[in-house]
């Protein structure tokens, strides 16, 4: 995710049951790979910028400083884009929830939480 920036506000504060990021996407970034959650939902505040959220199957919102969005889990896929010429910052929020497996629909991708990490494997199982 070249030109993602994320401080992990949350770990510094050793918050457990839930994250909060401060991320900043440089001009032509993305914030992740169009994904889904099975557990955990997610919350997100614009602080600077202009971001383009994307969502379901191509769906599009311009989020400017004072817009939010939320992603219950099991909601649809979703990712911010960069499309301006200046850096956007915003707070990205999410809980913690034991089990949670993220899908990718247009990758060959599933990753499932493993403690304080994460496992990535192929659609078909077979890891990376």
């Known amino acids: 995710m070249a030109g993602r920036v994320k401080r992990a506000l949350g770990d510094v504060f050793g918050l457990r049951n839930f994250g909060v990021n401060l991320t900043e996407l440089a001009p032509g970034a993305a914030s992740a790979l169009h994904h889904m959650h099975s557990r955990q939902d997610e919350f997100?505040?614009?602080?600077?910028?202009?971001?383009?959220?994307?969502t379901g199957d191509?769906?599009?919102?311009?989020?400017?400083?004072?817009?939010?969005?939320?992603?219950?889990?099991?909601?649809?896929?979703?990712?911010?884009?960069?499309?301006?010429?200046?850096?956007?910052?915003?707070?990205?929020?999410?809980?913690?929830?034991?089990?949670?497996?993220?899908?990718?629909?247009?990758?060959?991708?599933?990753?499932?939480?493993?403690?304080?990490?994460?496992?990535?494997r192929h659609k078909d199982g077979r890891s990376y």
């Open 44 to 54: 997100i505040f614009m602080l600077e910028g202009r971001l383009v959220l994307v």
């Open 58 to 120: 191509g769906d599009e919102t311009l989020l400017q400083p004072g817009d939010c969005a939320g992603f219950p889990a099991g909601g649809p896929a979703h990712h911010l884009e960069n499309r301006e010429a200046e850096a956007a910052r915003y707070l990205e929020l999410g809980d913690r929830t034991e089990g949670d497996e993220v899908s990718y629909p247009a990758d060959d991708l599933v990753a499932v939480s493993a403690g304080s990490g994460w496992l990535f």
